[in-house]
Structures are given as C-alpha cells and as structure tokens.
C-alpha cells in the first residue's frame, strides 16, 4: 500500500492536468488577467501554476501530526441526478477495525487538513481504487487545494467556521429548517405542479439512490479491511504499527 504522495510522484504531470482540469474545469470569469489576454495564454498561465501545485505536493516533506492512519479509497455510488459515479471516501483504519457494523463507519472530508499531513493518506490497494487511481488522485488534488493551492486561505476559512459554530452554540434559536417552497417563492420561481403520488416515488427514488451508494461504499471497506486482518496488502505491518510519513 502506498502514501498518494508516493502515487503523486508515479504518475506524469500532464495526465493529472488533464483529468483534473477534466473533472474540475476554471471557469473564465473566475480569473483575474488582462482584458487582452488570448485564451491561449490563459491556458498557458493557467498550466503553469497547476504544474507548480503538483510539484509542490511531490516534493512537500510530510508531517503526520498522530499516529493514526488514514486510507482513501474509491467507491461506486448515485446522487439523486446522476447514473452511478465513482466517489472517493476517506476512513480511519482504527474505526474500520474497531466495528462489525460497517455503515457506523464514517468517511472524512478533508479540505481543512494541512497538504503536510493529507499527503501521508494510504491509498487503498483494492482493484476498484486502483483500476480508477486518477480519480482518486484529482479528488485529492481538489480536496487540499479548496482554500488555494498553497492553502492560503486555509487559517482565514477555519477562523469563519470555528466562529459560525460559536454563533450556533451562542444562539440556536438562530437555526431554522431548509424549506425549499420558501426559497422557491423568495427567488421568484414559478410553483410546480406536484403529481399524486410524486413525493412517495421521490421518496422511494433516493432511498433506493442512497442505499445503492452505502452497499457499494460497505463492500469496498469491507475488502479494505480483510486486506488489513489478514496482511495482504503490501507493507501492512506499516500501516498497523508506523505513521505514514516514517514509511515515505
């Protein structure tokens, strides 16, 4: 089992561009240039920098701050809009082998997590992960580059969220329940015509969409952690006994 740092270094730059920029495209109005910059340079400035970003997290030297172990790792699942996708989950080995009750186990976004520390992440051997490894690796990419691709926003971001929650401790009269009919009706929008039955079949819909996703999500954690229990993964005793940065 290797660190995504490790796949990071593996893999040609250029492909990571591509897909990425594939699954995650820059709209055009979101940069800042010249008005006279060709689409042509933009690209080319646009390229420059991501370069620079994935080079960045090549060579970043890493610093896990515990010693638990961490494995992402690919999944087959449905939204509510969408035919099936592949999705990328993160979990935590000591809760994976701590339950028999697979759906308790939870998976972590991680967009606030230092690049020093998510790059130490195991990837997941399981031929899933591997047979879609760029995916996994743009997931990454996006994930640590929320708050820009130094995370130069990271601290700025945290400060916001930490004080949002205060506020909800402070004042839960403040919170109030999503309704979509009052926010339809705030924005103008034209009320719809609702079916019979519509709610009970779009009710149904989602219940079948959600309990595809956490069949497919508990069978890839479940080969996860049989690879674990029984070591053979590649370097398992590492991921029982080291961090992932003593492995790099």
Same mark, same amino acid.
């Given at each position: 089992?290797?660190?995504?740092?490790q796949i990071?270094?593996?893999?040609?730059?250029?492909?990571?561009?591509?897909?990425?920029?594939?699954?995650?495209?820059?709209?055009?109005?979101?940069?800042? /240039?010249? *008005?006279? =910059?060709? +689409?042509? $340079?933009?690209?080319?400035?646009?390229?420059?920098?991501?370069?620079?970003?994935? %080079?960045?997290?090549?060579?970043?030297?890493?610093?896990?701050?515990?010693?638990?172990?961490?494995?992402?790792?690919?999944?087959?699942?449905?939204?509510?809009?969408?035919?099936?996708?592949?999705?990328?989950?993160?979990?935590?080995?000591?809760?994976?082998?701590?339950?028999?009750?697979?759906?308790?186990?939870?998976?972590?976004?991680?967009?606030?997590?230092?690049?020093?520390?998510?790059?130490?992440?195991?990837?997941?051997?399981?031929?899933?992960?591997?047979?879609?490894?760029?995916?996994?690796?743009?997931?990454?990419?996006?994930?640590?580059?929320?708050? /820009?691709? *130094?995370? =130069?926003? +990271?601290? $700025?971001?945290?400060?916001?969220?930490?004080?949002?929650?205060?506020?909800?401790? %402070?004042?839960?009269?403040?919170?109030?329940?999503?309704?979509?009919?009052?926010?339809?009706?705030?924005?103008?929008?034209?009320?719809?015509?609702?079916y019979p039955?519509?709610?009970?079949?779009?009710?149904?819909?989602?219940?079948?969409?959600?309990?595809?996703?956490?069949?497919?999500?508990?069978?890839?954690?479940?080969?996860?952690?049989?690879?674990?229990?029984?070591?053979?993964?590649?370097?398992?005793?590492?991921?029982?006994?080291?961090?992932?940065?003593?492995?790099?």
């Open positions: 089992m290797k660190t995504i740092q990071l270094r593996e893999q040609d730059p250029k492909k990571i561009e591509n897909e990425f920029f594939c699954q995650y495209p820059v709209e055009l109005r979101n940069l800042s /240039g010249s *008005e006279d =910059e060709t +689409l042509g $340079e933009i690209r080319k400035r646009i390229s420059i920098r991501f370069r620079a970003y994935i %080079e960045r997290l090549r060579t970043m030297k890493v610093e896990m701050k515990d010693d638990e172990n961490w494995v992402l790792f690919a999944y087959k699942g449905q939204d509510n809009e969408s035919m099936p996708r592949k999705e990328v989950g993160l979990l935590r080995v000591r809760e994976l082998l701590e339950t028999d009750d697979l759906s308790s186990v939870q998976t972590y976004s991680y967009i606030f997590t230092e690049q020093k520390e998510a790059l130490g992440f195991w990837v997941a051997d399981t031929k899933l992960t591997q047979d879609n490894l760029m995916d996994v690796i743009c997931n990454f990419c996006h994930e640590v580059s929320f708050f /820009g691709y *130094e995370q =130069e926003r +990271l601290k $700025e971001e945290a400060d916001k969220l930490e004080k949002s929650m205060n506020e909800i401790d %402070e004042h839960p009269e403040s919170l109030r329940p999503f309704n979509p009919e009052e926010l339809r009706r705030e924005l103008g929008f034209p009320e719809e015509e609702e039955e519509e709610q009970e079949k779009r009710k149904k819909y989602y219940a079948a969409a959600l309990d595809y996703t956490d069949y497919c999500r508990n069978i890839e954690m479940e080969r996860i952690k049989e690879a674990v229990l029984t070591g053979r993964q590649g370097q398992i005793n590492a991921i029982m006994d080291d961090s992932a940065g003593s492995c790099l």
